[in-house]
């Protein structure tokens, strides 16, 4: 009786735990489609942000993006803030942008986004080994 009543609970407790790990894809994903199929120019990127002194970066797998400084990119940076050891730390996010080129007379990267919607903050994967570390 003990072992069949553990087992169902075993199975009830995976069962709970898959059930919401698929509904935060299901919303991240209509999050996604919504950004796509609105229509308005905006894209869903998903990468690692840092905004440092007066420097915002996003990171994508393929491309590294100068982010406009303004009232949502601080939004952006106190819902990563919990999720920063030190200031230097990369944060993964999913946010909907709009991208367009830089100015020819403008240094840094060949595309700018302005944040227009943060869908999305993770923790930082600890076991990751991508970490640069800057001395003097």
């Known amino acids: 009786m003990l072992k069949h009543s553990l087992l169902t609970i075993l199975c009830l ?3 709970v735990s898959c059930k919401n790990e698929a509904k935060q894809t299901v919303d ?3 999050n996604r489609a919504k950004s796509y199929n609105q229509d ?5 990127l998903k990468g690692d942000f840092i905004y440092y002194g ?3 970066v996003l990171q994508t797998a393929s491309e590294i993006y100068g982010v406009v400084i303004d009232e949502n990119l601080h939004l952006l940076e106190k819902e990563v803030k919990p999720f920063k050891k030190e200031a230097t730390d990369m944060v993964p996010v999913t946010v909907r942008v709009r991208k367009f080129e ?6 840094g990267w060949q595309y700018r986004v302005e944040i ?3 869908l999305k903050v993770e923790a ?3 076991e990751s080994k991508d970490v640069i570390k800057l001395a003097n």
């Open 28 to 30: 991240l994903e209509e």
């Open 102 to 107: 830089k100015g020819k007379d403008e240094e």
């Open 116 to 118: 227009k919607e943060i």
């Open 54 to 56: 007066d420097a915002a």
């Open 40 to 44: 308005d120019g905006f894209v869903t």
């Open 13 to 15: 407790a995976l069962f």
């Open 124 to 126: 930082p994967d600890p």
